[in-house]
């Protein structure tokens, strides 16, 4: 009897297989983050950023954990990596002290008591995809000056992008010893040779398994299309992680379009009464925050309204 599968189809049941074996030959994964709702402002400045990836690359060669992906946010942390639970408790405890010390050094007392860990395991291959693409796309969304390939304090633009250069970085190695501790804001660590530095941080692609990251995705396209169209998906991954939502204006109008069916019964959400519209508003600010911006644009709704609803 004939296989009736096309060519297409032999090559994504090919391509998926692939993705699964890498999964399973591996592991456990985690994606470890901390609250940024309760947590005192961690980034203040560029120079805060770069610390934080630096202490990030020390952390994971102290451990032995392996990041496949992370961003570092202003006031919070994710990461998603492949350790055991107790590699990835040690890291914490390891990164959080570093930055305990140097905020300490440049702002005198801090308050790091909302800085606790919370670490989810990611049990299958479809779970680590919207993972790693959740995390992916957190700085860019949360900042409109940065693209998935622009966002420069994590390792989400790496993925899928061999334009990626390290032509101006230097090894570790090759550093001198002030200029070291200058990196690091403590006595020498002992790292791998292959840790290279640019930027005045210690560079992502040298500490992060980008490819083992990338072979959880059929290819870019795949990939590109994780991060791009599965809101839903991240929306729940944050507020299971009690961290902010946040869509793009397409995403957010599909969502504004869902409710609006659901809740009203009607397709065009401009179409509503003002009751009605304010409850939309109301569910768009408490669910996915949406900007005031987005609800202003897409509800139709003067700026003042607006203002007044959210009690500015």
Same mark, same amino acid.
């Given at each position: ?6 060519? #297409? ?17 591996? #592991? ?32 994971? @060669? ?16 994710? =990461? ?6 107790? *590699?990835?408790?040690? =890291? ?16 005198? =007392? ?8 919370? =670490? ?35 390792? #989400? ?11 101006? @970085? ?7 010893? +002030? ?9 020498? /660590? ?14 992502? *692609? ?66 509503? /009464? ?11 600010? +408490? ?6 911006? *987005? ?18």
């Amino acid at each position: 009897m004939k296989n009736s599968n096309t060519p #297409g189809q032999a090559s994504f049941a090919l391509k998926e297989a692939g993705c699964e074996a890498s999964f399973l030959h591996g #592991g456990p994964y985690w994606h470890l983050c901390t609250p940024g709702q309760s947590t005192e402002l961690l980034c203040e400045s560029e120079d805060d950023y770069r610390f934080s990836v630096t202490v990030s690359a020390i952390a994971a @060669a102290e451990t032995g954990v392996r990041i496949i992906t992370f961003q570092v946010m202003s006031n919070h942390l994710h =990461f998603i990596m492949e350790a055991d639970e107790g *590699q990835c408790m040690f =890291f914490f405890d390891s990164l959080k002290r570093r930055i305990r010390r140097r905020m300490a050094s440049v702002r005198g =007392f801090v308050d790091l008591s909302g800085f606790v860990l919370k =670490f989810i395991p990611v049990k299958d291959l479809s779970a680590i995809r919207n993972e790693i693409a959740y995390v992916n796309r957190n700085g860019y969304l949360a900042d409109s000056r940065y693209t998935p390939f622009s966002y420069p304090w994590g390792a #989400g633009y790496l993925y899928f992008n061999p334009a990626a250069s390290t032509d101006a @970085a230097i090894p570790f190695r090759d550093m001198t010893i +002030r200029d070291t501790l200058q990196l690091c804001r403590s006595r020498v /660590p002992v790292l791998p040779e292959t840790y290279l530095v640019g930027n005045h941080m210690i560079l992502p *692609q040298s500490f992060c398994a980008i490819k083992k990251g990338e072979s959880f995705f059929r290819d870019a396209h795949h990939y590109f299309s994780a991060v791009s169209k599965n809101y839903e998906a991240y929306s729940e991954i944050a507020k299971r992680l009690g961290d902010d939502v946040f869509l793009n204006d397409d995403e957010m109008f599909a969502t504004m379009t869902l409710l609006c069916r659901k809740n009203f019964n009607e397709s065009r959400a401009t179409m509503l /009464p003002i009751r009605d519209k304010l409850e939309l508003a109301r569910q768009m600010r +408490r669910e996915y925050n949406a900007s005031e911006g *987005q609800i202003q644009r897409m509800l139709r709704l003067d700026r003042s309204i607006v203002a007044e609803l959210f009690g500015r």
